[in-house]
């Protein structure tokens, strides 16, 4: 990647700024009014002439150090993510679309991906498989722990992080709302969760496909529900043999992401959706570092499925859990998992949180969390918070996408999708 080191002189002009450093991760600079230093100045940033965010200098109601979103006095230091590859960035003033001295600065890119070089596929998803089967196969006293929250809200016997979760699912629910169709398949559906709740909103008939036989059980066991295994770099289904496929989560896991979505969009007739992470290219770096077993060995940002667009698909993209206290804070409270206490900005709150939990999950019940958590979708609007994951509607015909969801899908009724718990059997997976 490429680091260049600026300089400019301030102009004499009411408003004055400069970028003065500017990497894929980092761009310093300066910018004031010079009539009124005081006053915050509002920049939007630029890349390749399309708007990508907002940032405020000189803002003294943000604490400083606030990372992402607002930086105090004349100078910014912004920690940022932008897309690997070449880039036109410019800094440009809100108020009048006037670009800052140095703009615009041309990024180069050195072509180094942030992603696991696989030389053997098969090994690597046979090695997948094995971690996955025991992860389907887990129980605690003789109750299979989930890995999304399927028993119901802090019914236990389920991965930590429901705001994650629950999150990422109703905002699939609604685009789905969106799309006609009959059948549908999910592709890394783990236990079913999601394939299942498809069916019951909208009395589709689904499929659910893992790469891993156990969580195809699980899916059958909990749900009744057809399963087929399947290794995502080659699906046993026919050319548009669904009119919608599902795949959630799934991309950021296997060595070649495009070669895995050319299968998804081969089996679908209508449309695609996809929900990916977005982390930091050092997370995902870190991750491939550790050699980890099933890790998110893929970075995403919402440039990533631009090329479909070049090969004649809609390509719709909505940022999706987005990173705003207002959210986060209940979103903790909710669970109160110790790893994620610390985010919280309200001392008070904290420290309640780490003395009394009990009280925290009592007050942060699934009735005021609910409606709380839907604010996701009001947030999307804003340009200045981190976004946490992707939901992508990917079409190959469009008129089955509507304007608007045809039917408003409610968290509670996310929350609410619930089964009972499911008991160990003898040599049920051999």
């Not at 789905?176 to 059948?183: A, G, H, Q």
């Not at 050319?262 to 997370?283: D, F, G, M, N, Y």
């Not at 200045?384 to 992707?390: A, E």
């Amino acid at each position: 990647m490429s680091h260049q080191t600026l300089s400019n002189e301030a102009t004499t002009e009411q408003r004055s700024g400069a970028i003065t450093t500017a990497t894929h991760n980092v761009i310093q600079g300066f910018a004031k009014n010079n009539l009124v230093p005081e006053e915050p100045i509002s920049l939007d940033v630029y890349i390749d002439n399309t708007f990508y965010f907002k940032f405020i200098v000189n803002d003294k109601n943000v604490p400083e150090g606030e990372e992402h979103l607002f930086f105090p006095h004349h100078d910014f230091y912004i920690c940022c993510d932008l897309p690997l590859r070449a880039l036109k960035l410019s800094i440009r003033f809100a108020k009048d679309g006037k670009e800052i001295e140095n703009s615009p600065v041309y990024l180069n890119y050195d072509g180094k991906p942030v992603t696991l070089f696989i030389e053997n596929h098969d090994e690597y998803i046979e090695e997948t498989r094995k971690w996955l089967d025991e992860r389907f196969d887990n129980y605690t006293n003789g109750i299979y722990n989930a890995h999304q929250p399927i028993y119901g809200y802090r019914s236990g016997y389920c991965e930590p992080n429901l705001f994650d979760r629950y999150l990422i699912t109703f905002h699939i629910m609604n685009a789905l709302s969106r799309l006609s169709f009959k059948t549908l398949l999910d592709v890394g559906g783990a236990e079913g969760y999601k394939a299942a709740m498809a069916a019951k909103f909208f009395e589709a008939q689904v499929v659910s496909s893992d790469v891993s036989q156990v969580a195809c059980n699980r899916a059958y066991e909990l749900y009744g529900i057809e399963t087929a295994l399947g290794n995502m770099h080659s699906l046993p289904f026919e050319d548009g043999q669904f009119d919608v496929v599902l795949c959630s989560e799934a991309l950021e896991h296997v060595p070649d992401f495009k070669k895995s979505l050319k299968e998804v969009l081969r089996v679908c007739k209508k449309a695609a959706i996809i929900t990916i992470p977005h982390e930091s290219q050092e997370t995902v770096k870190n991750t491939i570092e550790r050699g980890e077993t099933h890790g998110h060995i893929q970075y995403f940002d919402v440039y990533s499925f631009e090329y479909l667009k070049q090969l004649g698909y809609g390509v719709f993209i909505q940022k999706i859990l987005l990173r705003d206290q207002k959210l986060l804070t209940p979103a903790i409270l909710m669970e109160c998992y110790p790893p994620s206490i610390d985010i919280i900005d309200n001392k008070s709150l904290k420290w309640l949180a780490k003395r009394v939990p009990w009280l925290m999950r009592l007050i942060f019940n699934k009735f005021v969390v609910a409606p709380i958590l839907e604010q996701d979708v009001i947030l999307k609007k804003r340009t200045d918070l981190f976004y946490g994951d992707i939901l992508a509607i990917i079409v190959k015909d469009k008129k089955c996408l509507a304007e608007s969801p045809k039917k408003q899908i409610r968290m509670r009724e996310v929350m609410d999708f619930t089964v009972p718990f499911l008991r160990k059997k003898k040599n049920c997976d051999k």
